[in-house]
């Protein structure tokens, strides 16, 4: 068999080389390009990995169930008693199937929309009062908004301060993910986990509360949540902390995909108005869109993809091999971790001629018919792929069709987006928009 070619061994674990190149996300770009599909590479938490960013390649990996424990060891202080996240591999399918029940059902979808519509236009009104008044930061409101809807929709309770619970949750990742990804800095080292655990502690927590407060008010959709997990063997710990993983999951992957979008919209005027006057005509003089409307918005849904494809909310994903494998004759022996490098795959221009370019085009039928399956995870692949998926993107495309009915998006002059690694792929210095109102009727 032929070697897996990759980078030098240093001996440490990558930190290095992930840090010249300005994290794992961008590192992985680096490492495909230069040393083709299958890279042999250094990472915190193994001994080493396989990184494959070829679709089909793709495919022979994808029905591993098994996660890289070391690897995911960052996610152990939100995890006290394990969760849907880090279960090993035979806990982990009956639970699966008890969120999907929850969150993957077109029903459920339908009859949670106009809670989640109420939502969604009242971010359009604190907006469209803001017009004028200077640049909005996207990330922070969107994410804010997309843990309100999770909360409603899956635990029947909002949140008193969701922008609290936002920083929080970047305290807490920042610091852990840090651990692995950064040299530690002896100076700073007490107080940042100092401050770390106290965010932890306000985040179960309030979790806590938001499970009591949907118990004691009777709201039949917290008991249903908390009872398909308990059906699936959850300890009231497990609960806690599957919910608390369902709201992070949710609340990042959800903003950022919207914040990416308007980003490049704003930057790409002609396709923001084929996108605007799609809105127009299928809404007509309705300012929000119904359930069935969603499947009119094509062009919009486009975007929203070529968006994720450009920007994946999580940028990558991990499994541990529990055969030995043979891939483009490469021997992958059993135990070995498979680094899904999701960006990298989503910039492979075998797959996505002139990948950089921003064209929602590629999404049409027969341009998606013409790849491979793989070619196109934004929420992963397999038994570990993202359980609430089809929510988000019913979620990201009632936001996105509500803000562009109500608003105009031009960037704010002077202001640089940049990419980097926070968990999700995040805005280094957030996204800042000026924000124009459009007429609420045509």
């Known amino acids: ?37 299958v890279v042999r590479f250094e990472l915190p938490g193994t001994d080493s990995a396989v990184s494959i ?7 022979a990996t994808a029905g591993v169930n098994k996660r890289p424990e070391e690897l995911f060891e960052f996610l152990a202080p939100l995890c006290e008693a394990g969760n849907l996240q880090t279960l090993p591999a035979d806990e982990h399918t009956p639970w699966r199937r008890a969120v999907l029940s929850l969150l993957a059902g077109r029903r459920s979808h339908e009859a949670h929309f106009p809670g989640l519509t109420a939502l969604a236009d009242r971010l359009a009104d604190r907006w469209a009062k803001q017009a004028g008044e200077g ?30 619970v936002v920083t929080a949750f970047e ?16 100076g700073t080292e007490e107080r940042r986990r100092k401050r770390a655990q106290e ?60 914040s990416w979008t308007l980003h490049l919209l704003s930057r790409h005027p002609a396709e923001a108005e ?43 994903g991990a499994r541990e091999t529990t055969e030995d494998l043979v891939l483009a004759g490469y021997e992958i022996p059993t135990g070995t971790t498979i680094f899904y490098p999701f960006w990298a795959v989503h910039m492979n221009p075998r797959y996505w001629p002139d990948p950089e370019t921003f064209n929602p085009g590629r999404f049409t039928p027969g341009q998606v018919a013409g790849r491979p399956r ?14 609430g998926a089809s929510l988000a993107m019913v979620e990201a495309e009632l936001v996105l069709a509500i ?19 926070r968990f999700v792929l995040w805005a280094a210095d957030g996204i800042h928009m000026n924000l124009t109102p459009r007429p609420a009727t045509r």
């Open 403 to 421: 803000l562009l009915r109500r608003l105009r998006f031009q960037p704010a002059s002077g202001h640089d987006v940049v990419p980097v690694e």
């Open 374 to 387: 793989y070619a196109y995870i934004p929420f992963g692949l397999g038994p570990r792929s993202c359980e």
């Open 53 to 59: 960013a070829d679709p089909v390649l793709l495919e």
């Open 171 to 186: 305290v807490v990742l920042t610091e852990y993910l840090g651990r692995q990804y950064q040299p530690a800095d002896p």
């Open 274 to 316: 084929r996108v605007t006057a799609e809105v127009d005509e299928v809404l007509s003089d309705r300012v929000a869109p119904e359930y069935a409307d969603l499947k009119r918005l094509t062009r919009l849904q486009m975007a929203l993809k070529e968006s994720m494809r450009l920007y994946p909310p999580g940028p990558y």
């Open 1 to 37: 068999m032929s070697v897996i070619p990759g980078p030098p061994v240093r001996g440490d674990g990558g930190l290095h080389d992930i840090a010249t190149a300005g994290g794992l996300h961008a590192y992985q770009l680096r490492l495909h390009a230069e040393y083709g599909p």
């Open 135 to 164: 640049p909005v930061e996207l990330q922070k409101d969107l994410s804010a908004l997309s843990l309100r809807m999770i909360c409603q929709y899956a635990l029947g309770n909002g949140l008193h301060d969701p922008d609290k």
């Open 199 to 258: 965010a932890l502690t306000y985040l179960r927590a309030t979790v806590n509360d938001v499970l009591a407060s949907g118990r004691q008010d009777g709201n039949t959709l917290a008991p249903a949540l908390v009872t398909a997990l308990v059906a699936a063997g959850m300890s009231p710990a497990r609960v806690r902390d599957t919910v608390l993983m369902i709201m992070l999951a949710a609340h990042h992957t959800t903003g950022v995909a919207v």
